[in-house]
């Protein structure tokens, strides 16, 4: 296993390296995404200064929800979040030298970066998390613990899959790249939200479309003990992996039309 | 045991929306040989590469690439094949180009001894042993090639294709990149296909040229027979002891030019027809000849000849 | 003034050449917009009252408004000046017979004239069509109001200039850039409107440039800002327009002075 690895390993390590080498510029970078981060909590914090509850959570559920998607967002970004940048691959003639290594393509364009400035933004998360988890009325037990790994896991997992789909559909909307950016940033806006702020024409899309209710409000109502409503009844926390599986289904089709249509037009 | 063809296309067709890039396409290349793929841009050079390396899913016809199906066997072909795009790196432009090495014989799943020996190797052969520590993006259009060239060869591809490998770089450079390949050839054996607008690669490196026009093979064969089927001729240059009537009655060869009072004088002749020596004895035989050269076909004017034979400019 | 307009023109066409990406825009922007919208209502139906001078039409206003300037105002900054600057192309512009400044500052209106139509348009019709949302009150608030974009368009395009400028100086810009571009996100009214800060959150945002490129505008068009009240969100743009222009002509000035001393 660490064998076939072997290869992935030292694309990503060849990453990290070269991001090290301008030290200072790496430095101003994480900073920024720290701002970035920041910028994103100022918006739920002014909320919060102006009202106590907001979509049926008050800023203690609310700052967990918010966490709990910026870290997803944040982790996904950091591995794949390069995906959607599959135009700037095409025209460098980048994705035509991956056709010819023997390694799958999805592997090497996933492997071909990793935004480690994105810790910046992570961090802000961890902490967001660390304080919602501490301050917020839990009862906590083994399934808290592992619902919250879980959580955390598949959240990534299903924004990576927002990444993956995005740049697959990327092959077809070369100069149209920012489609994607309504699904993959939009939904991350949407995933920081209390659900039961959209309407629930919205919510129905954001939960069985683009699943990324399941990134952090469905699992925030289990996890706090939440009543929950008819869009998201505490048990339906537990179906994240599944949302997860259908997310990355999606994504993988996504893909290999895309790279389909890149072999059979030319790009 | 018969060594089984590398490449292998036949009625090789390829479309885009409109137009047909490559039209029926049928040749093949046996282990050990060296052929040059040549043409006006947009004649289908490199549409016919990516569809023998799997990037591009050919519209109808066969290929197969060291016997593989490249589409539905990409990565098989990948770890048999090199590649080099003249114009787009395969190296990583932000590291050090030890490291592209090194990532790369990962890539490849070579152990790292092994990666090291072959880095060694080609380093020590391309004399590129200084600028293995300094970023790619810091190394000359020169040494990038060669680099590239290198990075291709890394794993022991069976199969080198190189796209305009010597484009944009300065006499010196293209000079050393030759007789790095002619040695390469010599010591593995490896079958090279390079697409190129310079008639000097051709000359230096290949023993075939594929001549393509619209998509279409417009010959194939070795280079002095590419030459006498455009009619394009040898120059016997004769220089004489003595001022001498123009030689008009030489079998087989017309008299091209005569140059101070016929001192000097050029002959044209057809190879296929008869030989230097016939000229040389003809001539010599009623007048004194001082010196003598005999100049090639111009292969520019050659391949001119060949789109104007087909109906281009 | 007509090579003024002749780059305005330029800048127009050089972007009207990326239809797909003006649609792509609209669609991301109306998305957001969405989830905005859904947010600011709920937080309204929560506090039970308007907040900070915005009830439910003028909040939904705000937030399409935004949306539909997003791209017409350049917010997240530009990198050409800059780039031009390190090349040591920026001397090529010194010799134009038209202030640099100027030219620059043409492009991006002509930018933001394809903007306003390619994105921001259709952004603002969808709102209006699928939201209650409140119209300019008078025929005032449209005229002040288009004024007010103008103006933003150019404090926005001023600020940027003169961070672009400070490649002159400076190695490497991009710590300042993203500091703008943060601060300046959060401060000008993209996310939430200014007036829902608390205290201090406000008054910095009102010392500072930024509601002069988003808020001020949107204030004008939503109607929260009427009467006598335009007159002064208009001054305020103004004033940031003539402080950041001429401290862009002063910057670019000791910048030329560097550039004919070190010969580029």
Redesign the interface.
Known sequence: MSERLRPYRVLLASRARAQMQYRASFVTDILGTVGVGLAEFAEVWVIFHNVDVLGGLDFTAALLVFALSNLAFSLADMFVGHLDQLPRYIRAGQVDAFYVRPLPLLAQLMTSDLSLRRVGRLTVALVALTVALTTADIAWSVGTVVLIVLTVVSGTAIFSALFTAAGGLQFFLVDGAEFTNAFTYGGSYAAQQSQQVFPDPLRIFWTFVIPTAFVAYIPAVAILGLPGDHLAPPWLAWCTPLAALLAWAIAGLCWRLGTRHYQGAGG | MSIPTVIETRELVRDFKKTRAVDRMTFSIEPGEAVGYIGANGAGKSTTIKMLTGILKPTSGHVRTCGLDPMRQRVEVARRVGVVFGQRSQLWWDLPLRDSFAILGAIHRMDEPTTRARTDLLVDQLEMGPQLGIPVRSLSLGQRMRAEIAAALLHSPELLILDEPTIGLDVLSKQRLREFLVAERRERGTTLLLTTHDMGDIERLCDRVLVVDRGRLAFDGTLPGLASTVGAQRMLVIDLATPTPDLHDVPGATLVESESGGLRQRLAFDAETTTVAAVLAHVSSRHEVRDLTIEEPDIEDVVRRIYAASGRG | MKTFWLLVRAGFRRHST?R??L???T??N???G??RA??L???LA??GTA??GYDAPTAIAFVWWGQALLGTVNLWGFAEVKDRVRTGDIAVDFLRPINPQLAYLAGDLGRAGINLLGRGLPAILLGALLFDMAPPPSALSWVSGAVSVVLAVVVAFAGNFVINLLAFWLV?I??IT??WM?TG??LCGL??PVP???EW?RTIAHWSPFPSMLQNPIDILAGRVVGADIASAVAVQVFWAVALLGLGQLVLRAGRRRLEVQGG
């Open positions: 990326y797909l990406a649609l792509a825009g669609t991301t109306s998305v957001f969405f989830i859904s947010i209502l709920a937080a929560s506090a907040i900070g490497e991009r710590g993203l500091l943060i996100g959060l996310y939430l829902w800060f608390p959150l």
